[in-house]
Every structure is written in structure tokens, then in C-alpha cells.
């Protein structure tokens, strides 16, 4: 199965939206439900440095009427986890790093392009599938995931570490499509 998140310059769909004019593409790849999922990330007009890189719970079907890029993309939820996540009113949910959705947790822009190309075996594109991640939301954030690592001063700081790596505000968001159902 392969599924897309497209990415249009100047250009708000549907299924994608950016703050910055951003053209290119995020691939997923998986063969079969026992194999690791390849993503192969391709982006060009992404600010320089480090940007966390997540799947966000809803799709972007789900989202109301929104003023703004930021606003559309903070209506996606949090990140994508089959476990209840960690919260102050839940303390043994499953941290920041440990969710479905925190995939490789940054990508990196330079000279205004973004290349990346990893596997993760905690999603899957296949129905059916409690991880399965078709139609939730790809969120690329303005600053660099922490990874979930608290050693900030401000116990703030720390919090939301273990909640989204405090990788900043969300500048691009775009629905994950199917694109192709047949094993290869």
C-alpha cells in the first residue's frame, strides 16, 4: 500500500495547507502488515533547521472553520497514539517519544529543502489495523522536537516535553491519502 501527503506552493486544498509557500511530498510504503513502513520525505520552501515532524489524531476532514494555517492545523489533536498518552491527569499514559505519531520526531531544512528517507514499525497503512494511519494528519512544526528529554528550567518547559517535544507552533499540515491499495 502507498499512501501521500502533497504539499503545493501558494496553494491551500483540502488535504494540505502551509504557512510557508511549500512544494513537495511525504511518501509512506508498506508491502505487507509484518513490515516496517518507509517514508520518504521531499520538500522544498521549509525554513532552514531542525522541524518536528509528527502524525496528529484527526484528519483534515475533521477540521471546522479555521482564520489561519496555524489555526487549522492546532484543530488535528495531538499526536497519533493507539495508547492514552501521558497528560497531568494522566500519569502513566505513554510519553512524547513513545507514540505512533512521533515518527523520526524532526526533519531537517537546508538551503530551504528537506530530504529524508527512514522506516517505522509502529504505524501501518492497512485497514483494519489499530495503528493504521490513512486520513490523520501530517503536522510539520515552526521549532525542533526536544525528543521528549526534560532538562529545562521552567517546569512548563518540562510538561510539554513529555507531551509534544515542544516543537513550536504548527506552520504545515496535510491529510495522508491513500494512494494505492494493491500489495506490490
Same mark, same amino acid.
Given at each position: ?10 496553494? #491551500?486544498?483540502? *488535504? =494540505? ?9 511525504? @511518501? ?9 513502513? &518507509?517514508?520518504?520525505? *521531499? ?18 476532514? +475533521?477540521?471546522? #472553520?479555521? =482564520?489561519?494555517?496555524?489555526? $487549522? $492545523? &492546532? ?15 494522566? @500519569? ?11 515518527? $523520526?520526531?524532526?526533519?531537517? =531544512? ?6 529524508? *528517507? ?6 501501518? @497503512? ?17 521549532? %525542533? ?7 529545562? %528550567?521552567?517546569?512548563? #518547559? ?16 496535510? +491529510?495522508? #491519502? ?7
Amino acid at each position: 500500500m502507498k499512501a501521500i501527503v502533497l504539499f503545493h506552493p501558494n496553494k #491551500k486544498s483540502l *488535504y =494540505s495547507m502551509a504557512e510557508v509557500p511549500l512544494d513537495g511530498f511525504v @511518501l509512506f510504503n508498506q508491502h505487507d502488515t509484518e513490515e516496517k513502513v &518507509k517514508v520518504t520525505v *521531499y520538500l522544498r520552501g521549509l525554513p532552514e533547521g531542525a522541524h518536528g515532524f509528527h502524525i496528529h489524531e484527526k484528519s483534515m476532514s +475533521e477540521i471546522k #472553520k479555521c =482564520s489561519d494555517v496555524k489555526d $487549522c $492545523c &492546532k484543530q488535528l489533536g495531538g499526536h497519533f497514539s493507539v495508547d492514552p498518552v501521558w497528560s497531568l491527569d494522566n @500519569l502513566s499514559g505513554v510519553k512524547h517519544g513513545q507514540h505512533n505519531g512521533d515518527l $523520526c520526531f524532526n526533519i531537517v =531544512s537546508e538551503d530551504g529543502i528537506a530530504e529524508h *528517507y527512514f522506516q517505522v514499525d509502529n504505524i501501518s @497503512l492497512f485497514p483494519g489495523e489499530k495503528d493504521n494511519v490513512i486520513n490523520r494528519s501530517l503536522v510539520i512544526h515552526d521549532g %525542533e522536537d526536544d525528543m521528549g528529554h526534560t532538562h529545562y %528550567e521552567e517546569e512548563e #518547559k518540562n510538561i510539554e516535553s513529555m507531551i509534544t517535544g515542544n516543537a513550536g507552533s504548527r506552520i504545515a499540515c496535510g +491529510e495522508i #491519502k491513500l494512494i494505492q491499495n494493491e500489495r506490490i
